[in-house]
T-cell receptor, first 115, second 113 residues
């Protein structure tokens, strides 16, 4: 299993600013994932973050808007840059300890409101 | 690309009764995993049950069981003896061997006392 600590749990930000979300895992994992969940909707994968390589972004998400760092096997950050109200969402990180097969463990999410 | 469809945006069940949530998916892969997650208002995603595609036997976890029909690409969740604490949003998810998941749009389950 894996325990994930995600910070901050919520924030209210001014448009045009940036917010960095942290995801700390209590064990080493190869793959970490960042998701966005817009109000009342499903989870959409933003990117996959592997240690030692550039993050892989899904269609519709770009590195300039959502830069990701993965400095080691237990930590990752997602930055939401130049925010607009449309970025108001819940952002979740997850890990898949065995890269497929085991369940994904999720952080408790960051509720972001952009005003 | 894989798709996951949950055709029931909302479902309700009487406490102690049984309810089935539907999920279908589309994939060209032969080896994959299917999951049901529960998301209560606290927004923490909680694993309910998982199924490996290569296993013919349906997974069961206490009051939760699945009906996995691989040929039909169907993966429904049955909740027996429903409890008030089962009320939540339920997501069906598909995961490939690379660990990448695709989620359905979710079903909001209401449990009536």
């Amino acid at each position: 299993s894996a325990v994930i600590s995600q910070k901050p749990s919520r924030d209210i930000c001014q448009r045009g600013t940036s917010l960095t979300i942290q995801c700390q895992v209590d064990s080493q994992v190869t793959m970490m994932f960042w998701y966005r969940q817009q109000p009342g909707q499903s989870l959409t994968l933003i990117a996959t973050a592997n240690q030692g390589s550039e993050a892989t972004y899904e269609s519709g998400f770009v590195i300039d808007k959502f830069p990701i760092s993965r400095p080691n096997l237990t930590f990752s950050t997602l930055t939401v840059s130049n925010m607009s109200p449309e970025d108001s969402s819940i952002y979740l990180c997850s890990v898949d300890p065995d890269a497929g097969g085991t369940e994904a463990f999720f952080g408790q999410g960051t509720r972001l409101t952009v005003v | 690309a894989q798709t996951v469809t949950q055709s029931q945006p909302e479902m309700s069940v009487q406490e102690a009764e049984t309810v089935t949530l539907s999920c279908t998916y589309d994939t060209s892969e032969s080896d994959y995993y299917l999951f049901w997650y529960k998301q209560p208002p606290s927004r923490q995603m909680i694993l309910v049950i998982r199924q490996e595609a290569y296993k013919q036997q349906n997974a069961t976890e206490n009051r939760f069981s699945v009906n996995f029909q691989k040929a039909a690409k169907s993966f429904s969740l049955k909740i027996s003896d429903s409890q008030l604490g089962d009320a939540a949003m339920y997501f069906c998810a598909y995961r490939n061997n690379a660990g990448k998941s695709t989620f359905g749009d979710g079903t909001t389950l209401t449990v009536k006392p």
